[in-house]
């Protein structure tokens, strides 16, 4: 019979996660002393390798930045008109391509008297995340998606309240973003410098982001009763 062996090393990662797990101590030294290893090397694999310990979570990628709490879409918006009537002047920079014909169709089209919850999570992790780790967090906290449109209102609603030195990007489908010239579907995004400017400017669901880059999440309020 062929014997089995694990090493030191991965018989101390197996003792510190069956430990975790919840196994006593008895009970792990039986799983370690048995006969060739089998049990230990059958724990290793369900235990450590495929990391089901119990309690263990996956690592969240976002986290709560700041709490912009309601906007409510004003009595006389008008979806088709929404970002041609914007002051433009009132932007340090403000990219000709977000107008209306470019962004007409966000997932969510907003209509007057429409009020949402506005919540801005921030990247913990190092690194970058793609917009699709992005967007799949945004559809955990059940986000509504209202494009560009969504992200002139919390301008034009909540800027001061916009901590500086961040973009704050308006996610939608990728399909519903407008494909610029050499085929890249562009994001919608406010940027607040640090001596308070503000930009409204596109950035490229094909590229990565950064930690700098931070998500607006748009929540439904209950309809009172």
Not at 28 to 42: C, D, F, G, V
Not at 76 to 85: D, F, I, M, S
Request: proline share 4%; charged share 30%; glycine share 6%.
């Amino acid at each position: 019979m062929k014997v089995r062996e694990i090493s030191c090393g991965k018989m101390h990662e197996l003792a510190i996660a069956l430990d975790k797990a919840g196994f006593d101590s008895d009970l792990i030294q039986e799983i370690i002393n048995s006969e060739n290893n089998k049990k230990a090397e059958l724990m290793y694999a369900a235990i450590v390798k495929k990391k089901i310990v119990s309690g263990s979570k996956p690592t969240e990628k976002f986290e709560l930045l700041v709490d912009l709490g309601i906007i409510t879409v004003p009595d006389n918006y008008v979806h088709e008109k929404q970002l041609g009537l914007m002051n433009r002047k009132k932007f340090y920079f403000f990219n000709s391509d977000i107008t209306d014909k470019n962004f007409p169709k966000p997932t969510r089209i907003m209509k007057p008297g429409d009020k949402f919850h506005v919540l801005v999570y921030k990247q913990v992790v190092s690194g970058n995340t793609t917009s699709e780790e992005r967007m799949e967090f945004l559809k955990k906290q059940n986000a509504i998606l209202t494009g560009a449109q969504g992200s002139s209102l919390v301008y034009e609603q909540k800027h001061d309240q916009l901590p500086k030195g961040y973009w704050y990007c308006s996610f939608d489908e990728k399909d519903r973003l407008w494909k610029d010239s050499v085929g890249d579907h562009r994001v919608p995004y406010v940027d607040v410098y640090t001596d308070g400017d503000f930009m409204f400017n596109l950035g490229y669901f094909e590229n990565d982001w950064g930690s700098d880059n931070r998500l607006l999440c748009f929540c439904d309020v209950p309809t009172e009763k």
